[in-house]
Structure formats: structure tokens, C-alpha cells
């Protein structure tokens, strides 16, 4: 099988291109090798991704070494700790398509032959994992690690903090600036992804979980020395991966073949697990579109039902972060006990050439024979403020392997015996909205309450803190959806603020937009279909009840069906003004209009609506 990149180094017709590539450095002799694109998201803007223009080089350093050619481009990358909170949210999910194109883009283009993908935030890792597959062309993942927790003393107590700690120190209505100065200085302390599951650190693990990434990827800090290995191996491995399927013909090595509906399962079991980000639902399902693999969200609604949560980080789990899970065996330690109880397959295929049950095996920190794996789970943070990766070397005295009480539990230990993220149906949510279970206090998971609404993010915040919103309401945000925001904001705020004003357990918020993976209390989100889509969400009035039984999977809006067409009726009756909010300004840029106009439903992914894509195409055709 030829090279994809013979198109623009072999023969007559490719002397312009080579005489192109000699002018980036190529050199006579590396024409005809595999071409390895560097998709590296290095940016100064994200904690996550400020310490990978360095480790680009490294990669490229050991790409040359292993006799491929390597080749780097970088793309966008949205903070959303940053973007949070503002109009600029809007960019975000948005920037998942952006970044999948920006990667097909430049691999198209130049023909390039495999690829790293050099990711670890939010909306990044997600948009590289959609390309690799869009692409299906040999390809690994290598994040750049999770940030360390912080220390802070807070009214006496020393805490240990991560960014989302800044929402509910800075929201409390009696905070001093003293304290909002101490803990802005100590939440963040390294660079990396933060501490906690968010999302960025959800889609590390589920890349490792995939086989798409190398065991460690999602759990090693980003200042350890032993990450540095993960890039090194990563470099030769996608070399060797090349030679397999260009010279030899093995298709094993190709996206589509890792993440096929077996192994996609595997990651929804894995979120599940780990109670991992909401997020992780519509980057799942944007992924499953481009592979190919028939995985919806009733799959979501299945799995969640069977697969025990087996793993609490915050915000589930106070004072828990990534570098804990990490000395409980990380990812491959939960592989390995769902494996071990038969809720996962272990014999998918990984980009190392071995199943992942045979991956989870060699990495099992309870099997005394894997040294060099306990050794790696012994990587521990260096407590020193840095920027740099690979900077520190510390290691846990001790690893915790105490699968009835740890970090990490065993299935007969669990923390619940269903997942971390539940599915929702009912009357308000006809096609789906999403929770993080794991994170609801236990006197919310069947909750009843009155309805204050809010047509924006902004709204809310208002409402919330001039005390509008009291214990047993629950606030709705509507109009925020992928289509009606357009962008599907975040709404780590108001639930930030609501947790700060000491609501955290005593009322809710339900809404079309989407949350952050540090999220926690009932927090609903995603609902489908969308206000702006004529969703059921867009007629609730002020004072409704809404009844929510999260153990049965159920959302209601109790008004009876006969005042549901009444309201119906008068919305259809506002004419163009039907289906957006009534009292929100908000300019919108043509980028994002674009967006909005090509996005899918939450219960879709969010990702484009090929089918509308198509009705559009079919309207421009010349009569």
C-alpha cells in the first residue's frame, strides 16, 4: 500500500511540492518516509496547553528519531474557566467543530500519513478525536496532564483546592477580599488541566479507556518527569503504526477500528465509572457520528443504568482530585474492574497493538509482578507553582489499592450501583436531558419545586443573588441550547453561585444549555428538543412545579397536557417572534449564526445536523 503523502513526494508531478517541503527543512533522503502531523493546540491563553509548544518539539525530536518525518501545526483552544461566565462561552462548544476541521484541514491538505494530536482541554480533545476519525488515519493522543490541587486556609482550615473552589469562596455573600486574593492565588497552581473531573480531565481518561491514548495519559500530572515518557513512546509507537498499515496492510491501527460501537461503549461505561463530565455525552456522540458507530443517547440511558459508579473526584467528592485517582491505579485500575465484573470488553483494540484487557492487566498496581507500573501510579505532584512540565519528580509513599474504601472502588464496593451520569425522559425533556448523579446531594435525587425563569445565564445570576430564588425552586435557563444560544453556554455559574449562597442543597436548575464537568447539585442539563426548537422547555411560566426522580429517570412539568397546547397555541400565534426569548439582547456574530444554523439537538451531540446540512444544500441547488 503507497503512502498517503506519495501524492506530494513521489514522482515527476510532486517536484513543486518537494521543492516546497525542502524549503521547510525536509531533506532529500526523508521523501518517501511517513509523514507524522503534529496537531498541537500549545496557546498561551489555557493552564492546560501553555507548557506544549516545548513538548511539540520533544515529539518531533524522537518522531526524526524513529525514521518518520515529522511535521507541526497547531490549532485553536478555548479556556473555558476563562470563556466562563460571559457571552464568550458561546465560542466554545462551537470551537469543537472548528478545531475537527482546522485538523482535517491541514491533514488533507498536505497529505500527511498519521498523527499525534498534542490536546488536553475542554472543547480540544474532543475536536481532535472527531478529526482522527472524520480522517482514519493512523493516530494517538498525548494530553498534556492534569493541573496539581492547590492548599489554601480558609476560615481557619487548610483545604485542599481546585479552580472550582473560586466560585464558591468568591460567591459566598460574606467573602473578604483577603479571602477571594488567597484562594485566586492558590487554586491554580501548575500548569495542566484542572485538578478535578472536568471535562478536560473526563476526555483524557476516556481517550486512555478508548485505547486511543497510552495508560497514564489521563491521570499523571502535567509537572511529573514521568510524563515525559508518555511523548517519547507516543513518537515512536504512531511510526510503527504507520509502517503497519501503509506497508503491511494492518487496519487495526486506524480510529474506526479503535473506536468502533464496542469501544465507544466502553468509553460511556468509563464516564459512567468515574462519574465523568455531562460534556462527555455530546463529545461522545459528536465522535460516534464521524466513526460510523450506531451509538445514541438511549445507549447513554442503558449503560448508565448498569455500569457502577466506581470512582468520585471533585466536585463529586470533596478533596478528591486527578492525582489521587492516579495513585489508585487511574484509569486502568477502573478498566480493569469493570472488566473483571463483565461490564467491559475487553477485547477492543488499542493503539499499543495489545487489547485494552490486556493493557488494564499490565498496568494493574494490585499485581506485585508490574513493578514498573507501580512505579508510574507512584507519581505524585511537587506542591511548588510551575509552568513547566516534567519539572518535578516526587512519588507517593504509598499507593492506595484499597478497592473497598479508596479512591478507586471495586464493584462490590461502589459508590452507587448505577453511573455517575443519568438520562432523563419526561413531559419537559421529551428526547433527553442529562445530570451528573454522582454529584447530587442525596436529599435532591427526587426533588419537587416551583419554577423561576430565565430566558439568559445572566438573568439567573441576577435572580439568584438579589434572592429571587430561594430553597425549593428551581431555577430554568432556557434559550441557551447549541441552536438558541447559539453556542449551548456552560452554566457553571449560576450553579456555582447558587452552591455559594448556600442553595447547594435545597433547590435546582434545570436548562437547555450544558455544564461544566465541575459541576455538582441538581444540575440539569441538555434538554431536548431545545426552547429554540420548539422544546417543551420554552412554555414553562414562573411558579410551575417541576418534579424531578433522578433513581427512575423521570423529569416533569406538572401542568396538564390541555394548558401545554394553550401555551403552545399562543407562542405559534408571536409569529417570527416565536420560539426566542422575549426579553434577551444579545448580539451574535455570523460565525456563530453559522453555527446555530448547522447544530444538532444536545441529544445528537451538538455536533452538525448532516440532514439539515442536506435540506440546505437541496435549497441552494440552481433550479
Given amino acids: 500500500m503507497k503512502l498517503r503523502s506519495d501524492i506530494v513526494t513521489v514522482g515527476p508531478l510532486a517536484t513543486g511540492a518537494r521543492a516546497l517541503w525542502r524549503a521547510t527543512g525536509t531533506t532529500p533522503k526523508e521523501f518517501g518516509r511517513p509523514i507524522i502531523g503534529i496537531a498541537n493546540s500549545f496557546t498561551e491563553m489555557v493552564p492546560g496547553h501553555v507548557h506544549l509548544q516545548a513538548l511539540g518539539r520533544l515529539v518531533a525530536q524522537e518522531i526524526r528519531a524513529a525514521g518518520g518525518v515529522p511535521k507541526e501545526f497547531n490549532t485553536i483552544a478555548v479556556d473555558d474557566g476563562i470563556a466562563m461566565g460571559h457571552e464568550g462561552m458561546m465560542y466554545s462548544l462551537p470551537s469543537r467543530e472548528l478545531i475537527a476541521d482546522a485538523v482535517e484541514y491541514m491533514a488533507n491538505a498536505h497529505a500527511i500519513d498519521a498523527m499525534i494530536c498534542l490536546s488536553n482541554c475542554d472543547k480540544i480533545t474532543p475536536g481532535m478525536l472527531m478529526a482522527a476519525n472524520r480522517l482514519n488515519i493512523p493516530t494517538i493522543f498525548v494530553s498534556g496532564g492534569p493541573m496539581e490541587s492547590g492548599k489554601f486556609t480558609y476560615r481557619g482550615q487548610e483545604k485542599r483546592v481546585d479552580a472550582i473552589d473560586t466560585l464558591y469562596v468568591a460567591g459566598a455573600p460574606d467573602a473578604t477580599q483577603a479571602e477571594i486574593d488567597a484562594v485566586q492565588e492558590a487554586a491554580c497552581p501548575t500548569c495542566g488541566s484542572c485538578a478535578l473531573m472536568g471535562t478536560a ?349 433522578i433513581p427512575s429517570r423521570t423529569v416533569t412539568l406538572e401542568v396538564d397536557d390541555a394548558e401545554l397546547a394553550r401555551r403552545r397555541k399562543a407562542m405559534i400565534a408571536r409569529g417570527d417572534k416565536a420560539w426566542k426569548p422575549a426579553t434577551r439582547q444579545r448580539a451574535v456574530s455570523t460565525a456563530l449564526r453559522v453555527y446555530g444554523l448547522l447544530a444538532s439537538s444536545a441529544d445528537k451531540g451538538g455536533a452538525r445536523d448532516l440532514e439539515r446540512l442536506e435540506k440546505l444544500e437541496q435549497l441552494a441547488a440552481p433550479d
Avoid: W
Fill in 201 to 549: 480531565n473526563s476526555m483524557n481518561c476516556l481517550t486512555e479507556a478508548l485505547g486511543m491514548a497510552l495508560p497514564g495519559n489521563g491521570t499523571i500530572v502535567a509537572t511529573h518527569t514521568d510524563r515525559q515518557a508518555l511523548f517519547t513512546q507516543a513518537a515512536h509507537r504512531i511510526v510503527e503504526m504507520a509502517l503497519a498499515h501503509y506497508r503491511d496492510g494492518d487496519t487495526s491501527v486506524l480510529p474506526r477500528s479503535i473506536c468502533t460501537r464496542a469501544g465507544l461503549e466502553n468509553a460511556v461505561r468509563m464516564t459512567m465509572a468515574i462519574g465523568g463530565s455531562t460534556n462527555t455525552i455530546l463529545h461522545l456522540l459528536a465522535v460516534a457520528q464521524e466513526s460510523g458507530a450506531d451509538l445514541t443517547i438511549d445507549d447513554f440511558d442503558r449503560i448508565s443504568r448498569e455500569t457502577p459508579c466506581l470512582c468520585k473526584v471533585s466536585p463529586s467528592a470533596h478533596e478528591v482530585f486527578i492525582e489521587d485517582m492516579h495513585r489508585a491505579g487511574g484509569v486502568m485500575a477502573v478498566a480493569k474492574g469493570l472488566i473483571d465484573a463483565g461490564f467491559f470488553n475487553a477485547e477492543v483494540p488499542t493503539t499499543m497493538g495489545v487489547s485494552i484487557g490486556v493493557q488494564a492487566a499490565r498496568h494493574d498496581i494490585a499485581d506485585p509482578s508490574n513493578a514498573e507500573a507501580r512505579q508510574m501510579y507512584a507519581a505524585a505532584p511537587g506542591g511548588v507553582r510551575s509552568m513547566k512540565a516534567f519539572s518535578q519528580s516526587n512519588r507517593f509513599i504509598t499507593l492506595d489499592t484499597d478497592r473497598a474504601g479508596g479512591v478507586i472502588r471495586d464493584v462490590p464496593n461502589a459508590f452507587s450501583r448505577d453511573g455517575g451520569l443519568a438520562v432523563l425522559r419526561g413531559n419537559l425533556a421529551p428526547d433527553s436531558c442529562v445530570v451528573k448523579s454522582a454529584g447530587v446531594p442525596d436529599v435532591l435525587m427526587v426533588f419537587r419545586g416551583r419554577a423561576v425563569v430565565c430566558e439568559s445565564m445572566e438573568e439567573a445570576l441576577d435572580k439568584i443573588r438579589n434572592g429571587t430564588v430561594r430553597a425549593g425552586h428551581v431555577v430554568v435557563i432556557r434559550y441557551e441550547g447549541p441552536r438558541g444560544g447559539p453556542g449551548m453556554r456552560e452554566m457553571l455559574t449560576p450553579t456555582g453561585v447558587l452552591k455559594a449562597m448556600g442553595l447547594g442543597d435545597k433547590a435546582g436548575l434545570i436548562t437547555d444549555g450544558r455544564f461544566s464537568g465541575a459541576t455538582s447539585g441538581l444540575s440539569v442539563g441538555h434538554v431536548s428538543p431545545e426552547a429554540a426548537s420548539g422544546g417543551p422547555i420554552a412554555l414553562i411560566e414562573d411558579g410551575d412545579a417541576i418534579a424531578f426522580d
